[in-house]
């Protein structure tokens, strides 16, 4: 079973940038499917970025097309949301997720989830 710790969060000012991470142990992280998503108050949890096993193919959220990118290191165990031009609207709790499932999954059914970090963009 693997565990995920995300890391990264904090409070940053609208326009600005974050890197979040989550780092996986306890599997094979070569054979996860990764995916970041977030949960505001009082609203549903939503896919924001996911990647498949090897890197290759990557899915955005309509809110992160053209600010986010998710990225892995498999060497590291670890995968990345680097996100650009941060909107108050982004703040949230951000969790990391995976899945041994060779197609990628663009719903909340993943097996297993991090605590989540959170990001508070402020205007």
């Known amino acids: 079973q693997v565990q995920l710790v995300e890391s990264g969060g904090g409070l940053v000012q609208a326009g600005g940038s974050l890197t979040l991470s989550c780092a996986a142990s306890?599997?094979?992280?070569?054979?996860?499917?990764m995916a970041w998503f977030r949960q505001a108050p009082g609203k549903e949890r939503q896919l924001v970025a996911a990647i498949t096993q090897g890197g290759g193919t990557t899915y955005y959220g309509d809110s992160a097309k053209g600010r986010f990118t998710i990225s892995r290191d498999n060497a590291k165990s670890t995968v990345y949301l680097q996100m650009n031009n941060l909107l108050p609207e982004d703040t949230a709790v951000y969790y990391c997720a995976a899945d041994r499932k060779m197609i990628l999954i663009t719903t909340t059914r993943y097996a297993y989830w991090g605590q989540g970090t959170q990001v508070t963009v402020s205007s």
């Open positions: 306890g599997g094979t992280f070569r054979n996860y499917q």
